[in-house]
């Protein structure tokens, strides 16, 4: 079944506690990105992944990092989480539209509810 | 820069009947997608429906109908036959070939259907 898994599904933390929300997805997508959810904001993109090794900033970025070593995983990291990043985070994947094909479904993950106090 | 703004924060409808939940988008690209995703209080995005800047014709996914007006720039979402199970959040959504894969989304409508 093609997906995109997010891990864990709900975690409270503290300040300053440093965290990893895990992103896999099952169908070879070149393009992943990470979105934040806000009452009121709609959701919020915070990183991109073109590819492998090629990630780039959204419009959020600030207090978020993210890597893309494989093709099918991309973590989100927050180094030192702190409570205005209290939020309900997915991840989503698409193939890259970039050659000029029509514009793809993104698909999302199931969402991660994060509280940090 | 992409903006979608949806100015209803919350909707009633009646079992059965037909509602529309209004989108409006700016963009400078000739060449678009409009989305519409539900959310559930699960929590999870559920794909409902797309619409490319190009399709000559309204898009269609069972009681799920975008009417385009491009000229207007507006992407209204209409459901027919609302069900109880259509209470949620939804949002409409917008990526440019421009803007890479990016969604840039609305604020969202919370919708309530009542019997």
């Known amino acids: 079944e093609a997906q995109v898994t997010q891990n864990p599904r709900y975690l409270i933390t503290v300040t300053g506690k440093k965290l990893t929300v895990t992103c896999s997805q099952n169908?070879?997508?070149?393009?992943m990105s990470w979105y934040r959810q806000d009452p009121g904001l709609g959701l919020r993109q915070i990183y991109y992944?073109?590819?492998?090794?090629?990630?780039d900033k959204g419009d959020v970025p600030e207090g978020y990092k993210v890597s893309r070593k494989e093709k099918r995983n991309f973590p989100l990291i927050l180094e030192s989480p702190s409570p205005n990043q209290t939020s309900l985070y997915f991840c989503?994947?698409?193939?890259?539209?970039?050659?000029?094909?029509?514009?793809?479904?993104?698909?999302f993950g199931p969402g991660t509810r994060l509280t940090v106090t | 820069a992409q903006k979608i703004t949806q100015t209803q924060p919350g909707m009633f409808v009646q079992e059965k009947e037909a509602v529309t939940l209004d989108c409006t988008y700016d963009?400078?690209?000739?060449?678009?997608?409009l989305f519409w995703y539900k959310q559930p209080s699960s929590g999870e995005m559920i794909f409902l429906i797309y619409?490319?800047?190009?399709?000559?014709q309204n898009a269609t996914e069972g009681r799920y109908s975008l009417n385009f007006q491009k000229a207007r720039k507006s992407a209204n979402l209409v459901i027919s036959a609302s069900q109880l199970g259509d209470s949620a959040m939804y949002f409409c959504?917008?990526?440019?070939?421009?803007?890479?894969?990016?969604?840039?989304f609305g604020t969202g409508t919370q919708l309530k259907v009542e019997l």
């Open positions: 169908m070879n997508h070149e393009y």
């Open positions: 992944s073109m590819n492998v090794e090629v990630t």
């Open positions: 989503a994947s698409s193939l890259d539209s970039a050659s000029g094909r029509p514009l793809d479904e993104q698909y």
């Open positions: 959504a917008m990526k440019t070939t421009g803007g890479g894969n990016k969604l840039t």
């Open positions: 963009t400078s690209d000739p060449s678009y997608g």
């Open positions: 619409q490319g800047s190009y399709d000559q």
